[in-house]
C-alpha cells in the first residue's frame, strides 16, 4: 500500500508521452484528429451509426501499438522510477489508451479515458484484456452472446459524451497532493485540462508543466519546462528525486 502522509504526487499525461514511442497525437498537425473526425470514430452516436467504422479505427490503433517497433521511452521509464524511489503516494494519472506506463512499470495507475488492450460486453457489461481485431461478430468471451446490430462487444475506451473513469479516486489524490506534474497535453479537454485549476483552488501544491510546447493552461502552472518528453521528463524526475519538493522553482 503505497504511503499516504508523505508528500503525495500526482502525475497528469497525454499523447505528447507517448509521441516519441511512435504513436500519434491528436491535435498536432500529424494528429490524429487531423486525419479522421473525432465524431464519426470516438463518441457513442458514432458507434450507434457504424460500429464497424469505430471498430476499424481503434483495430488499426491496436495493431500499431502491439508492433514490435512500438515501446515505452525514457519519459515512461522516468515516471515509473519515480513512483519506486519517491518517499509517498506518486498517482499517475493518464489519459492516454496505450499500455506503455505499464510496461516502462507504472504500477499505481488509473486510466481516465479507458485502455485499447480492453473490450467491454454490450450485453453483460464484463470488461477484460483484449489484443486482437474486434468485429460486430465477435463473442463476448465471458457471456457468449454475439451478433446483434451493434455486435456485443465494443473497446472499454471513454468516448467524447462519456464519464471518465475513476474521476474519485482522482479528486481525492490531487486534493491531497504536494506537487502536480501535467505532462505531454494540449490541456484541451475536460475534466483533464481542469486539474490544474483544482489543485490551485487548494493552494497549497506545487504545479509543473512539462510539455512539447505552451499547453492551453500553460499560465495557470508555477513551474514549466518545454521540450521533448524523453528528454524534459528525465530530468525534472533526476532533479525531484536529488532535491525533493523543495528543489523544484
Ligand atoms: N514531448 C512532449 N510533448 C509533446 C511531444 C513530445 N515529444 N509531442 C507533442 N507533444 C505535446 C503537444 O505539444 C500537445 O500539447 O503533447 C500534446 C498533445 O496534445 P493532444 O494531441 O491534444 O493530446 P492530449 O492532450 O492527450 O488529448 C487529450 O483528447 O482526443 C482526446 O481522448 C483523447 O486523451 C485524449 C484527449
Known sequence: MPQTSARGIVILTGAGTSRESGLHTFRDPDGIWS???LEDVATPEAFERDPA??????????????SDDIGPNPAH????????????EVL??????????????????????GEILSARCLRCGVAGPWSADMNLETPC??????????????????WFGEMPMAMDRILT??????????IGTSGSVYPAAGFVQDVRE???????????????????????HYGP?????????????????????
Open 173 to 182: 489524490a490531487l486534493e491531497a497532493c504536494e506537487l502536480f506534474v501535467s
Open 92 to 113: 499517475l494519472v493518464t489519459q492516454n489508451i496505450d499500455n506503455l506506463h505499464e510496461r516502462a512499470g507504472s504500477k499505481n495507475l488509473v486510466h481516465m479515458h
Open 141 to 158: 468471451p465471458a457471456c457468449g452472446q454475439a451478433g446483434g446490430r451493434l455486435g456485443a462487444l465494443r473497446v472499454d475506451v471513454v
Open 35 to 37: 486525419r479522421v473526425r
Open 77 to 88: 521509464r522516468a515516471l515509473a522510477r519515480l513512483e519506486a524511489e519517491w518517499p509517498g
Open 202 to 224: 487548494r493552494g497549497r501544491a506545487h504545479t509543473v508543466e512539462l510539455n512539447l510546447e505552451p499547453s492551453e493552461g500553460h499560465s495557470l502552472f508555477a513551474e514549466r
Open 53 to 66: 467504422r469505430v471498430h476499424g479505427f481503434y483495430n488499426a490503433r491496436r495493431r500499431a501499438l502491439l
Open 229 to 249: 518528453a524523453s528528454r524534459v521528463v528525465p530530468e525534472f524526475v533526476d532533479r525531484l528525486l536529488r532535491d525533493g519538493l523543495g528543489g523544484t522553482s
